[in-house]
């Protein structure tokens, strides 16, 4: 292996990009998964994935319409 910084007494191994790229990739999908194993599924997520409109009975559209006087 490899050693930067020898002449100062500082040792740190030189590892290679796509090494390092691929342990913190690693890292956080683990970390993500133990995060959802603690916390269950999260409230703004379907099972899929996929996520949930915030607060769909607050929220109006734009374009709402009154059924009951168009039907009359």
């Known amino acids: 292996m490899e050693y930067e910084g020898e002449k100062n007494n ?7 990009p796509e090494e390092t790229e691929a342990n913190l990739k690693e890292k956080m999908i683990r970390k993500r998964s133990e995060e959802e194993m603690k916390n269950g599924l999260p409230k703004h997520m379907d099972y899929e994935g996929n ?13 709402s319409i009154n059924y009951t006087k168009t039907i009359w």
């Open 10 to 16: 500082i040792v740190v191994p030189v590892k290679s």
């Open 51 to 63: 996520a949930l409109p915030e607060n769909t009975e607050a929220k109006t559209d734009s374009c």
